[in-house]
């Protein structure tokens, strides 16, 4: 992978963005997510600076410790360690930048903070200091092969976890117990952890997008919604079902199951390079609006998901732009009736394009209704 990640930061180099700084400006990354894309790890607090001679430094904390064998010389990445408290490897970069031929440092400052960016600004004042902006994220947008083969590995662990809890008994169980034990269950199956806080939501709490699982326990007749993903190598996936308890399910509950099957169905379906973002969300409001759950469905049908939940694009009424092929979204309608409950259905797709097969769907779990 050292391979992978030289090669992505020399194309973060000639990004137009970037490239059209001029010659003397060196780069600082800072957010994790951007770290772990371009140097393979992301230590805590650490941050990489980029030279205008090509020179790759990873700054880190020296209570903490890199990967083996980073910064032996393979992925063409320095290894610097800046000793705590009184220490911040975003000062020390900042100072070696100004010791070096860069007239400018560009930060981003979406993630620093104004306490370290005036730290930076006093260490080293010769350095013009600009915003590097969303250059990183915007690279990561469309992913590479190595990018997807993890995110289905993380889609495979997470569909083993949440198959192995639709065989256990449920009744009775609390929504904190269900949720502790998928958790478990996705490290047990070689998750470096949930990808986001497990989401387990029976009888009115279902159909909730955020709920916090509580000591209600699982009764016969309720919807119950799972929402859980795991996390691979840095890289997320997500997965959303509904499911009822005991009993065939009530006429309101298939009624309102097979609404959000349709709606997510039909946005599934939309994904295509080139088409406009919001033409996905648009695919699945209109179902729903048309039944009368416009509202219900919240401000965006999906988004990009990668090395992090929520990423780039947007798939919302208001989103502005087109999809790539190669691009992971979420597709996630849900309703929520309050005093009910209520129905998600969320997966993990890869946009592809009609000669490729159309989207790639990496979450598999059955969609149907079922009576557990």
Not at 17 to 38: K, W
Not at 143 to 163: P, S
Not at 205 to 223: K, Y
Not at 322 to 341: I, M
Request: proline content about 7%; hydrophobic content about 40%; aromatic content about 2%.
């Amino acid at each position: 992978m050292s391979e992978v990640h030289m090669a992505r930061r020399s194309r973060l180099r000639e990004r137009p963005t970037v490239s059209g700084a001029g010659d003397g400006t060196a780069l600082l990354v800072s957010t994790p997510a951007n770290l772990r894309y371009l140097t393979g790890c992301a230590p805590p607090g650490a941050v990489l600076l980029l030279d205008p001679d090509g020179h790759d430094t990873l700054l880190t904390r020296s209570d903490t410790v890199p990967p083996p064998g980073l910064g032996d010389g393979s992925d063409a990445l320095r290894v610097r360690s800046v000793p705590p408290p009184a220490g911040d490897p975003v000062v020390t970069a900042g100072e070696i930048a100004a010791r070096g031929r860069a007239g400018t440092l560009a930060v981003e400052e979406h993630h620093l903070t104004v306490a370290r960016h005036r730290a930076l600004a006093a260490a080293a004042p010769r350095l013009r200091l600009s915003d590097l902006g969303p250059a990183v994220e915007q690279q990561r947008l469309v992913k590479d092969e190595e990018e997807i083969a993890a995110l289905r590995i993380a889609a495979e662990i997470t569909d083993q976890a949440l198959g192995e809890l639709l065989e256990s008994i449920l009744v009775g169980r609390t929504e904190r117990h269900l949720a502790l034990e998928l958790e478990r269950r996705l490290i047990d199956h070689g998750a470096d952890g949930p990808a986001f806080p497990t989401c387990v939501a029976t009888g009115r709490h279902s159909g909730l997008a955020d709920h916090v699982p509580t000591d209600r326990r699982v009764e016969e007749g309720d919807f119950l919604t799972v929402r859980l993903g795991a996390s691979y190598r840095g890289y997320r996936c997500r997965i959303g079902r509904t499911f009822v308890i005991g009993t065939a399910p009530a006429d309101w509950q298939i009624r309102l199951y097979d609404l959000v099957f349709a709606a997510q169905r039909a946005a599934r379906e939309a994904l295509a390079p080139g088409v406009q973002f919001r033409e996905v969300d648009r695919a699945a409001r209109q179902l729903l609006d048309a039944a009368g759950y416009a509202e219900a469905l919240g401000p965006a049908v999906g988004g990009g998901i990668g090395l992090e939940i929520g990423e780039d694009p947007v798939l919302s009424p208001e989103g502005v732009g087109k999809l790539d092929a190669c691009v992971p979204v979420t597709v996630e309608p849900g309703v929520h009736l309050p005093g009910r409950g209520g129905v998600r259905i969320d997966d993990t797709l890869v946009v592809r394009s009609q000669s490729d097969g159309g989207p790639e769907l990496l979450t598999i779990t059955t969609k149907e209704l079922l009576a557990l």
